[in-house]
């Protein structure tokens, strides 16, 4: 095979098609996107998904309970994988409002 083939169908001498170089790179791209956006790698720790565990922890919670404590969780998940210490400070963003608002009896469910 040679550079000129590279991205062209081709087959064998009975027919059978063979997979080229883009057809298998459309492949693996789609998989790859598949991958990033139904299970990123930086929401899952061991055999946890983030999201599994965020909906364990608000089953009892509701309203803007469920929602500051679902996203504390989400970015002190992937601090280390992807935001670094932005996480971490957006997870402490979270966690001050839900003080604040339970000290305040803000809260509404």
Request: contains cysteine; glycine residues 6%; proline residues 2%.
């Amino acid at each position: 095979m040679n550079d000129s083939m590279i991205g062209e169908k081709s087959t064998f001498p009975w027919g059978s098609d063979v997979i080229t170089l883009s057809s298998l790179s459309s492949i693996l791209d789609k998989s790859v996107l598949e991958e990033k956006v139904n299970h990123p790698s930086h929401y899952n720790q061991g055999s946890v998904e983030c999201i599994d565990a965020i909906e364990s922890a608000t089953k009892e919670l509701s309203g803007v309970d469920s929602f500051c404590t679902g996203n504390a969780i989400k970015y002190m998940w992937r601090w280390k994988q992807k935001g670094g210490i932005d996480d971490l400070k957006k997870a402490k963003w979270y966690i001050e409002r839900l003080i604040t608002q339970w000290e305040n009896h803000e809260i509404i469910d």
